[in-house]
C-alpha cells in the first residue's frame, strides 16, 4: 500500500513519538521513508543581522543534518532517503512529495490553538490542505503512537 513514506521533521525532541509511528508503518508495509527537512526561510528574520548568507546556510544545513540523523537512528533496517531543502515548509513538503511520488505523508502537530495558531500557522495544516495523498499527523510529544497492527472498524453513527 506505501512504498515511500514522506517524514517532514525539525528535530525537536517531541518527535521522537512521530519518527517511531513513520518507522513502524514503514515497517508494516515494507517501505522507505524519505526524512525532509525544511530550512524555514521565514526564520531569516529573527537571526541576528551580522549573520553571513554562508552562516544561514551552515545554521540550516547544521539543523537538518542533526535532524535526520535522529531519525535514522531511530528506523534502524528501514531504508531512509535523507533531503534538506530550504523555502516555506508547507509548500516545501507537499512539492517534495509529488516530485518523489510518495505515498502518505506523516507529520508531526504541536496542536496550538487560538492566537498561537493565528499567529505562528499551521505548518500541518497547510500540507493537509493542498495534499493530494493521505496525511497522518501525530501529536507532538507523544510517547508511544504506533500504528494498529490490523485496522480497526470505526462504527460512524
Do not use: K, N
Request: hydrophobic content about 40%; some cysteine.
Amino acid at each position: 500500500m506505501y512504498d515511500r513514506i514522506l517524514l517532514p521533521t525539525d528535530g525537536t525532541a517531541g518527535m521522537d513519538g512521530v519518527v517511531r509511528h513513520a518507522v513502524a508503518l514503514a515497517e508494516t508495509h515494507d517501505a522507505e521513508i524519505h526524512a525532509l527537512y525544511v530550512a524555514d526561510t521565514g526564520r531569516f528574520s529573527t537571526l541576528p543581522a551580522d549573520m553571513t548568507w554562508e552562516g544561514v546556510t551552515e545554521l540550516f544545513q547544521t539543523e537538518g543534518t542533526r535532524a535526520i540523523d535522529a531519525v535514522e537512528r531511530v528506523a534502524g533496517d528501514v531504508p531512509v532517503e535523507r533531503a534538506i531543502v530550504d523555502g516555506r515548509p508547507g509548500t516545501r513538503i507537499g512539492e517534495y512529495a509529488s516530485t518523489h511520488d510518495c505515498d502518505v505523508i506523516v507529520m508531526g502537530t504541536h496542536g496550538r490553538a487560538g492566537i498561537d495558531r493565528l499567529l505562528l500557522g499551521s505548518v500541518a495544516e497547510t500540507v493537509i490542505r493542498g495534499s493530494r495523498i493521505p496525511v497522518v499527523t501525530v501529536p507532538v510529544g507523544t510517547t508511544s503512537p504506533e500504528p494498529p497492527s490490523q485496522p480497526r472498524e470505526i462504527a460512524i453513527e
